[in-house]
C-alpha cells in the first residue's frame, strides 16, 4: 500500500533514477529520506487525493511519478497562498494536480493560433462563408455597467478532460448555445462531439486542437443544428465516425454566419458580450492560471495563445473595484469558480490580458 515500501524498494528507485535522470530522485539517500521521512502526510493526502479523484495507476513506479508531481504542484500551491502579497486570486489543488504543466499541454490548443489569426487576417479565403472582421456590435453606445449571462444563456459547465485538446469545440459551441437562447429562449445543451467528428477538417483536427472559426465555419457549411449534448454525447476522443442523423429535428437554431471582433481591443470586446456570449482564445501556460480557484486573475501570462474558452459576462469588484471578464471554461465544476474563471479586464496592453482580446468570435443567425 505505502509507496515503494517493499523489498524491491531500492531497485525500482534505481531504475527510476535512471529512466528520469535526476527528476525526482537525485540520489539514494534523498529518495530514502522522501520515502520514509516528513513526507508521509504528503503522501497520505496524495492518496486521499487519488480517492475522491478516482485515480488508480497502473503501477508502483507511475505511482511514483505522479505522487511527485502532486508534491511539486501542492508545494507551489501553498506557497502562492500563504503570500499575502500576491493579492486577488486564490490556488487550490484539483484534479489536475498529478500532471505537469507539459503534459497538460495535450489538453491545450496543439495549434498555432496566433499565426492562424495573422494569416486569416491577411488572405481572403473563398471557403469563407461570411466576413469574419466585421462587427455588428460597433457603433452600440449603450453598454450596462455589467454582464452576467450565465443567469440565462449558458448551459451548466463542462469537462473537455484534460486528455483532448477539444478547447476549440467547447468555445464555439458554447457560444451557439448563447445565441440559441438569445433567439428562441431555449437553453439546450448542444454537442461538442459532434463538432469533433463530423467537422474534421486539415483546420479542425479533435483532440490535438482546431480554431474556433472552423467549428463554427463547419457549423454553417452543415446547415443545420447541432445535435443535443444528449443525442450525441462528449467521449474525449476524436478519429470518431460522424454519427448524426441528419433526418432528425434538434430544436436548436441553425448559425449562419459569424464575425470576429475587432482584434486588440477592449471595448469592442465589451460591446460584444453585452449582447452575446463570446469565444476568446488566451495564453493558460501559467502553472497559476492551471491551479487557480478563487479570485480575479491578475496573470503571469503572456499572449501565446494556448486555450480556447467563452466570455459569459463582466462586472466589477466591489471591494476594489478591479474590472473583471467572466469565463466559462471547459474543465469541469471544481475547477475555478465552480468552472468559472474571473480575469482582468481593460488592461493597459491593447492585446488584454493573457491575449484575450486577441481572437474573439461570434456565430450569427
Ligand atoms: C457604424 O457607423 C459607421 C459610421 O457611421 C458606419 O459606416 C458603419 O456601417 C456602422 N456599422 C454598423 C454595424 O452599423
Ligand atoms: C439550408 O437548409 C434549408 C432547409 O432545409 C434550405 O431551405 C436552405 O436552402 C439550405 N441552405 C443552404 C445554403 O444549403
Ligand atoms: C433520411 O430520410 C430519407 C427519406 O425519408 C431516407 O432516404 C434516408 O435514408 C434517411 N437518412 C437517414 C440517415 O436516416
Ligand atoms: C476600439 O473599439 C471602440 C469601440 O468599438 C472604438 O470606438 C475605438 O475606436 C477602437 N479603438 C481602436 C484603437 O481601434
Ligand atoms: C483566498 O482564500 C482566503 C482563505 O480562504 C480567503 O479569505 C480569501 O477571501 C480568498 N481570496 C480570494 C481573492 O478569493
Ligand atoms: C508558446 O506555445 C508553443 C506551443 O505550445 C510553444 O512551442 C512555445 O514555446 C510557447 N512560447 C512561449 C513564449 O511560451
Not at 490535438?208 to 443535443?228: C, H, P, W
Request: negative net charge; contains cysteine.
Amino acid at each position: 500500500m505505502a509507496l515503494l515500501i517493499t523489498n524491491q524498494g531500492q531497485s525500482i528507485c534505481l531504475a527510476f533514477f535512471l529512466v528520469f535522470i535526476l527528476a525526482f530522485c537525485s540520489s539514494q539517500a534523498s529518495c530514502s529520506r522522501q520515502l520514509y521521512g516528513e513526507d508521509k502526510i504528503m503522501l497520505q493526502r496524495f492518496e486521499e487525493w487519488m480517492a475522491q479523484n478516482g485515480r488508480v495507476y497502473k503501477d508502483a513506479q507511475e505511482k511514483e511519478l505522479r505522487y511527485n508531481i502532486f508534491k511539486s504542484n501542492v508545494e507551489f500551491i501553498e506557497a502562492f497562498n500563504k503570500n499575502k502579497d500576491q493579492g486577488k486570486y486564490n490556488l487550490s489543488i484539483n484534479k489536475l494536480a498529478d500532471h505537469t504543466n507539459e503534459e497538460l499541454r495535450a489538453m491545450r490548443n496543439g495549434y498555432n493560433v496566433r499565426q492562424h489569426l495573422s494569416t486569416e487576417a491577411t488572405t481572403s479565403n473563398s471557403m469563407k462563408v461570411s466576413p469574419n472582421t466585421f462587427s455588428r456590435y460597433e457603433n452600440v453606445t449603450e453598454v450596462p455597467p455589467s454582464c452576467d449571462w450565465t443567469t440565462s444563456a449558458i448551459t451548466p459547465v463542462k469537462e473537455q478532460r484534460y486528455d483532448c485538446g477539444s478547447c476549440w469545440a467547447f468555445a464555439a459551441v458554447a457560444t451557439v448555445e448563447g445565441l440559441n437562447y438569445l433567439k428562441t429562449g431555449n437553453l439546450i445543451s448542444l454537442s461538442e462531439q459532434e463538432v469533433i467528428d463530423c467537422g474534421t477538417s486539415t483546420e479542425v483536427d479533435g483532440c490535438r486542437g482546431g480554431y474556433v472559426d472552423k467549428a463554427l465555419e463547419f457549423m454553417i457549411q452543415s446547415n443545420r443544428s447541432l445535435s443535443t449534448e444528449d443525442g450525441y454525447p462528449y467521449k474525449a476522443v476524436d478519429g470518431g465516425v460522424c454519427m448524426v442523423d441528419l433526418n432528425a429535428s434538434f430544436g436548436a437554431i441553425t448559425i449562419t454566419g459569424y464575425e470576429q471582433v475587432p482584434q486588440n481591443n477592449e471595448s469592442a470586446l465589451l460591446q460584444a458580450v453585452a449582447n452575446q456570449p463570446i469565444s476568446v482564445y488566451i495564453d493558460a501556460e501559467a502553472e497559476e492560471f492551471k491551479h487557480y480557484s478563487s479570485g480575479v486573475y491578475t496573470g503571469p501570462c503572456g499572449t501565446n495563445l494556448t486555450h480556447a474558452v467563452a466570455i459569459v459576462g463582466y462586472d466589477t469588484t466591489q471591494d476594489d473595484g478591479t474590472k473583471y471578464w467572466l469565463v466559462k471554461n471547459s474543465w469541469g465544476e471544481e475547477w475555478g469558480e465552480s468552472g468559472y474563471m474571473r480575469i482582468q479586464r481593460d488592461i493597459d496592453a491593447r492585446e488584454g490580458l493573457c491575449g484575450i482580446a486577441m481572437g474573439a468570435y461570434y456565430p450569427t443567425a
